[in-house]
C-alpha cells in the first residue's frame, strides 16, 4: 500500500509570532513546503542551515535538517535522509520537543528502510516529549511500522486513537493533514484484513478532507491506492484504469510509484493474476532498490519470488525468496518469514526428488503459517501438499495424520460447518481453538484432503462424492458474485480439487467420465470462458462433421479425449516434455522460415494427431488445446494444411461461441475496419478490406474509436502491430495511434464483435501463466462475447500478413466461414502462422 508516511511535518508548539526568531520562521515555512515542493524545500533548508551555523540558530538549524529529511525522503532518497535525521539528533543545545519531532520523522524513515522494530522504540523516545496533539500524530507513524510487523489489530488501535484525537482538533491545514494521513494508512490496514467496507470509508474521507483543504499531495496519495484496493474488491478492469491515473499522479516521485506498483502487484496475486503482478513487481524492484526502501522491498520481492513460482520458473523463485528471507530476517519481520520459506519449500518440491526430510519440512512451515491467523488458509493448502509428499515417498502414516487435520470436523457425506457458527459454551477453550482454526480452511483444500483419504481407501466413489461436493461449494460463491474477476477468483481457488478429479476420472478409463471432468477442470481453470456442462450428445449434434479433440494432461503424459457425431474415445499420446520440445521446434522454425519447417511440423503431428488419424479422417477439427499447444500454430501441420480448425476453450467454451447470435439471415454483415501506426501496408490493407464486404466503413485507428466499434459491428479487422505478454496476457495489447488498446480494457467493454481479425504479429500467442485456456487478446475477445477470433501464433512480416488478408476476406465475402477462408487463405499464401480461435464455422454472408 501507498504508505503516507509524515502526511505533513509538524511546526511543533512555537512561541507567538512576534517573538519567534526570523530565522525559525523561515525554517518551519520551509518545513511546511516539503511536502509540496521537496527541491525548493532543499535550496532554502541549506541556506537557513549555512545561516543558523554562523549565528548560533541551534532550533532553526534542527528544523532546516529535519526539512531537507523529508525533502530527500519525497525524492526517494531514504538512505540522506536519515542521515539528516541523525545529523539533527546530535545538534548540541537543541530544544527537546524539536528533537522529539525529529524522531517522530525518524519513524517513518526507520519504518521504510526496514527496521520497523526499531521505529517503534524511536517512537517510545520521543513520546515523552511531545504535546497530546502531537502524540496523536506520532500515531499515525506508529501504525505503518506495527502494520509491516503484521500486527495490524495493534495499527488499527493506533489510528483509531489518532483519529479521535485529531478530529476534535483545532483544525489547522497541519492537523487536517496528519487527520487524512491517519484515515488513509488506517484504510489501507483495513485492506489487509480484508474489510473493504471500512477501507473504503476511510480512504473517501481522506480524499475529501484531502481536496476540501487543498492538499493535493495527499489526495494523491489516497488516489494511488485505489489500483489495490479495486483488486481487492474485484474489479480488475476498474484497478487497471486506475493504475494508469496514478502513473501520471506519481510522475517525479519513484519511490511512491514502485510502492504503489508493488502493491497493486499484490492485490493482483492475490486475484490470481500472477504473470500481471510479475510485469508490475519488474517494474516496482530496481526502484525500491534505488530509494533504499528496504521495507517495501522486501515484501516486493517476496511477491516476485511467488510470482516466479507460479508462472513457472522454480529456479528463479527459490534464489528470489531466499534473498527475501535474508531481508526479512534482517528487519526482525518474524512473522513474514514462514511466507518466504513457503515458496523456498514448494520450488524445491518443482525441482528435486521428495525426500522424508522434505516433508519434515513442510510440515513444519505449514505449523508456522498456521500460528499466524492472517495465514491459515495458506498453511492448510501446504499441509495438503505436505500429504501429498508424503504419500510420493509411501509414507502414509505422516500423510493420514496431515490429511486427519484437514478433515478432523468435516465428514465426508455432509457439508462444511460455516465459519460463522456459533460456538456452545460446552466447548473448551482447544476445541473453540481448533474449530475456529478449522473454519479458515479453504474449501477445496477441505474437499482435495477428504477425497485423498476416500482414494486411499479404494473408495473411488467416496472421492468423486467429495470432489464434486467441494466445486459445488466453490460454484456456489462464484456465482454470488457479479463482477467477472471477482468469479474468477472465486472459481480459481478450486483448480487443484478439479484436477484431482480430473485425475481420478483418467485412472477410471471411461472416456465419458473423462470428459465430463476434463470439461469440469477446464471451467474452473479458465473461468472467463466457463459455461454450465454440457452434454457430450449435444456438442455432437452441434458438431455435425467436425472432430472435436480435447487434449488432457495425466501427469507427464499428453492424453486426447476425441468427440464426433458417432462415438468418444480416449487415446494416449506422446510425453508432455516431448511435445513441448517440438512445438519449440516448430515456432523456432516458422520464425525463420527455414528448410526445417517441415521436419519439425512432421514430428509434431506424429505426436500429438497421427494416433488419430483413422478418427479424425478428413474431417474439420475442434481443438482445445492445454499446456504448450496453445502457442501452436495448429495450420502448419501437415495434415492440417487446407482443412478447417477452430481452436476452442474447451467443448463447454465452443458450444457457447458456436451458438452466439450472428447477423440475421440474408443481412450483410456490419463490418468496420481500423488501422494502426508503424504499419507500412496498414492503410492499403483496410482499403481491401472495405472493398471485399459492401457498405463496410474505416474508423479512426484509435483507442475509443476501436472499442466503439467493437460495440456496434459484427465484424471488426484491426491492421495494427500488438504487443503480446506470454505471462501477463491481461497487459497485452493491440497498438493504435493514440495509444493501445489493451485487454483490460476488453473487460468493461459491454460486447465483442461477432468475428474479430487480428493482422498484428503474434497477438494471438496465448499462453497463461497456470494452465488453462487462453487468456490473451484472443481469449479475452470470445469471453465478451465474439464467435470467432483470427489472430497471429508467431511474428509475421508485414507483407506477408497482408497478402494472407487480402485472401482471407475475400473468401469470407464469398460465403466462407472463418475458418475454411483462413485454412484456404494460408494455403494459397503460404503463411502457416495464424489460427481461427472460438468457433470459426459459421459463414456470415
Known amino acids: 500500500m501507498i504508505r503516507p508516511g509524515e502526511p505533513c511535518p509538524a511546526p511543533g508548539r512555537p512561541a507567538p509570532p512576534g517573538d519567534l526568531d526570523p530565522l525559525v520562521r523561515a525554517a518551519e515555512a520551509a518545513l511546511i513546503r516539503a511536502l509540496v515542493d521537496p527541491a525548493q524545500a532543499m535550496r532554502a533548508g541549506r541556506m537557513i542551515i549555512e545561516s543558523a551555523r554562523r549565528t548560533g540558530g541551534v532550533e532553526a538549524e534542527v528544523i532546516a535538517l529535519r526539512t531537507m529529511a523529508l525533502a530527500c525522503r519525497e525524492l ?151 489500483p489495490f484496493l479495486a483488486v ?38 492475490a486475484a490470481h493474476l500472477p504473470g500481471e503482478a510479475g510485469t508490475m513487481l519488474r517494474l516496482a524492484v530496481p526502484d525500491l532498490e534505488a530509494s533504499d526502501s528496504h521495507t517495501a522491498l522486501a515484501e516486493a520481492r517476496l511477491k516476485l519470488a511467488q510470482v516466479e513460482l507460479l508462472t513457472g520458473d522454480p529456479h528463479r523463485a527459490r534464489q528470489v525468496a531466499e534473498q527475501a528471507a535474508a531481508e526479512l530476517a534482517a528487519q526482525d519481520r518474524a512473522s513474514w518469514l514462514p511466507l518466504a520459506t513457503e515458496v523456498v519449500l514448494r520450488s524445491r518440491l518443482a525441482l528435486e526428488p521428495v525426500t522424508s526430510g522434505l516433508v519434515a519440512e513442510l510440515i513444519t512451515c505449514a505449523d508456522k503459517l498456521e500460528d499466524g491467523s492472517a495465514h491459515r488458509a495458506g498453511a492448510a493448502a501446504l499441509r495438503l501438499a505436505a500429504a501429498e509428499a508424503a504419500l510420493a515417498v509411501d509414507d502414509h502414516p505422516t500423510a493420514s495424520a496431515q490429511l486427519a487435520r484437514l478433515t478432523r470436523h468435516a465428514e465426508r457425506r455432509e457439508r462444511w460447518m460455516p465459519a460463522g457458527i456459533r460456538l456452545t459454551s460446552l466447548a473448551s477453550e482447544p476445541q473453540v481453538r481448533q474449530l475456529a482454526q ?69 485412472r477410471d478409463g471411461d472416456p465419458g467420465v473423462v470428459f465430463e471432468w476434463a470439461e469440469r477442470w477446464r471451467a474452473v481453470a479458465a473461468p472467463a470462458h466457463a459455461c454450465a456442462l454440457v452434454d457430450p450428445d449435444r456438442v455432437r449434434a452441434e458438431l455435425g462433421r467436425q472432430v472435436l479433440v480435447e487434449y488432457v494432461a495425466d501427469r507427464d503424459t499428453l492424453l486426447a479425449v476425441l468427440l464426433r457425431e458417432d462415438g468418444l474415445l480416449v487415446r494416449r499420446l506422446g510425453g508432455l516434455r516431448q511435445v513441448k520440445d517440438a512445438i519449440m521446434r516448430l515456432r523456432y522454425a516458422l520464425r525463420r522460415r527455414g528448410d526445417d519447417v517441415e521436419a519439425a511440423a512432421t514430428e509434431l503431428e506424429r505426436l500429438v494427431l497421427r494416433p488419430l488419424a483413422a478418427e479424425l479422417s478428413d474431417r474439420p477439427l475442434v481443438a482445445a488445446p492445454v499446456g504448450a499447444l496453445h502457442t501452436l500454430p495448429w495450420g502448419a501441420l501437415p495434415c492440417l494444411r487446407e482443412r478447417p480448425v477452430s481452436v476452442a476453450a474447451g467443448a463447454a467454451a465452443w458450444l457457447r461461441a458456436r451458438t452466439t447470435p450472428g447477423p440475421c439471415s440474408g443481412v450483410r454483415p456490419n463490418v468496420v475496419a481500423a488501422a494502426g501506426p508503424g504499419l507500412v501496408h496498414a492503410h492499403a490493407e483496410v482499403a ?73 504479429c503474434n497477438s494471438g500467442m496465448s499462453r ?73 464455422d459459421r459463414p456470415y454472408y
Open 232 to 269: 481487492r474488491r474485484g474489479d480488475v478492469a476498474g484497478a487497471f484504469r486506475h493504475y494508469r491515473e496514478a502513473e501520471g499522479t506519481l510522475l517525479g516521485f519513484p519511490e511512491r510509484m514502485a510502492a504503489m506498483r508493488a502493491d497493486f502487484a499484490g492485490a493482483l496475486l
Open 438 to 506: 478449522a473454519s479458515q480452511i479453504p474449501v477445496p483444500v477441505r474437499q482435495h484432503a477428504l477425497a485423498l483419504q476416500a482414494a486411499l481407501q479404494e473408495d473411488v466413489t467416496g472421492a468423486f462424492r467429495a470432489v464434486r461436493d467441494g466445486l459445488a461449494e466453490v460454484s456456489g460463491r462464484v456465482e454470488a458474485f457479479e463482477d467477472p474477476a471477482l468469479r474468477a477468483h472465486a472459481a480459481r481457488a478450486g483448480e487443484r480439487l478439479a484436477a484431482f478429479g480430473l485425475e481420478l476420472a483418467v
Open 76 to 226: 526517494g532518497d531514504l538512505e540522506v535522509a536519515e542521515q539528516h535525521l541523525r545529523q539533527a539528533l546530535c545538534v548540541p543545545g537543541a530544544p527537546p520537543e524539536r528533537v522529539a519531532q525529529v524522531r517522530l520523522s525518524l519513524v517513518t524513515v526507520r519504518t521504510e528502510r526496514g527496521h520497523p522494530l526499531q521505529a517503534l522504540r524511536v517512537a517510545a523516545l520521543a513520546w515523552a516529549y511531545l504535546a497530546p496533539l502531537d502524540r496523536a500524530k506520532l500515531d499515525t507513524q506508529r501504525a505503518v511500522a506495527l502494520a509491516h510487523l503484521g500486527r495490524h489489530q495493534e495499527a488499527v488501535a493506533s489510528c483509531d486513537r489518532a483519529v479521535l484525537a485529531l478530529v476534535g482538533a483545532p483544525g489547522s491545514i497541519d492537523d487536517r493533514r496528519f487527520l487524512a494521513g491517519g484515515l488513509l494508512n488506517r484504510g489501507l490496514v483495513h485492506s489487509y484484513r480484508g474489510d473493504w467496507d471500512a477501507a473504503m470509508r476511510d480512504l473517501t474521507a481522506c480524499l475529501q478532507i484531502s481536496q476540501h483543504t487543498g492538499l493535493w499531495h495527499l489526495a494523491r496519495l489516497s488516489a494511488a491506492n485505489l
Open 688 to 760: 481491401h478490406v472495405l472493398a471485399c464486404h459492401p457498405g463496410a466503413r474505416e474508423v479512426p485507428g484509435r483507442v475509443q474509436a476501436v472499442l466503439d466499434a467493437l460495440g456496434t459491428a459484427d465484424i471488426v479487422h484491426l491492421a495494427a502491430h500488438g504487443v503480446f505478454h506470454a505471462r501477463s496476457p491481461l497487459v497485452s495489447g493491440i497498438t493504435m495511434e493514440d495509444g493501445p488498446v489493451m485487454a483490460y480494457d476488453l473487460l468493461e467493454a459491454p460486447r465483442s464483435a461477432g468475428l474479430v481479425v487480428l493482422s498484428a
Open 768 to 840: 497463461t501463466p497456470m494452465e488453462g485456456t487462453p487468456l490473451g487478446l484472443p481469449g479475452t475477445f470470445l469471453a465478451k462475447g465474439a464467435a470467432a477470433v483470427v489472430a497471429g501464433m508467431v511474428p509475421v512480416r508485414d507483407e506477408s500478413a497482408r497478402a494472407l488478408m487480402s485472401v482471407f476476406h475475400e473468401l469470407l465475402a464469398a460465403g466462407q466461414p472463418p475458418d475454411a477462408a483462413l485454412a484456404s487463405a494460408a494455403a494459397k499464401t503460404g503463411e502457416l502462422g495464424f489460427v481461427c480461435f472460438g468457433a470459426g
